[in-house]
């Protein structure tokens, strides 16, 4: 079974609005961290935000939230007000802390396209 | 701003021939991974390393990849004998003091292998 699952390979939004790109998750461990990455045409891997299984907010950083439905096992990544160097493949990610794991656990990714 | 840096930033090879990717991580982190992406597919995990040792690895890493720490800034990623599947980008990262924290990561090595 998938760990990370991105159902929507591409999305499209408009400049200015906002977008919401999906990510569930599957673990039985209570304890867990969410990531969300973003990957430019250039390649390199951006960290956006973090949530942790017990964190009681929802995370924030800056343009970017996560909306942690913990019940639903989601956490999906809101960017508001978008911009057109918001367009990039963006990948979530999951660490269990499970057995001491470190290693990061990706989904496939979505290809956000933002139009002027 | 402190970041994890990668050279080569493109490598060229012929199969069956040895490569050394090399990585400065972030200077006060201490715990390091390797991961690669095949083009169009996702990130893969390959190793982590910390206090001079391997602490995880995935089944791709197996006995034709090896790492080091061969002082105190850089870490390699070796590929003894590479193969036309290795070809893929090689991305190095860190976390600060514990390996729960944040991985950063570098930007990466494409790795072609002819």
């Known amino acids: 079974a998938q760990k990370i699952t991105q159902t929507q390979p591409g999305m499209f939004v408009q400049e200015k609005e906002a977008v919401t790109l999906d990510c569930t998750y599957d673990?039985?461990?209570?304890?867990?961290?969410l990531f969300w990455y973003k990957q430019p045409s250039s390649g390199e891997m951006i960290f956006l935000i973090y949530q942790g299984s017990y964190d009681q907010q929802n995370a924030t950083e800056g343009r970017y939230s996560l909306n942690f439905q913990k019940a639903r096992k989601s956490a999906n990544l809101v960017i508001s007000a978008s911009q057109l160097g918001d367009s990039a493949m963006y990948f979530c990610a999951m660490r269990e802390a499970q057995g001491g794991s470190e290693k990061l656990v990706f989904g496939k990714g979505t290809k956000l396209t933002v139009n002027p | 701003e402190p970041e994890v840096t990668q050279t080569p930033s493109h490598q060229v090879t012929q199969m069956g021939q040895e490569v050394i990717l090399r990585c400065v991580p972030i200077s006060n982190h201490l715990y390091f991974y390797w991961y690669r992406q095949i083009l169009g597919q996702k990130v893969e995990f390959l190793v982590s390393?910390?206090?001079?040792?391997?602490?995880?690895k995935s089944e791709i890493f197996d006995d034709q990849f090896s790492v080091e720490r061969p002082d105190g800034s850089n870490f390699t990623l070796k590929i003894r004998s590479t193969k036309l599947e290795d070809s893929a980008m090689y991305f190095c990262?860190?976390?600060?003091?514990?390996?729960?924290?944040?991985?950063?990561f570098g930007p990466g090595t494409r790795l072609t292998v002819l």
């Open positions: 390393f910390y206090n001079n040792e391997i602490s995880e």
């Open positions: 990262a860190s976390s600060e003091v514990f390996s729960t924290d944040t991985q950063y």
């Open positions: 673990t039985s461990d209570p304890s867990y961290g």
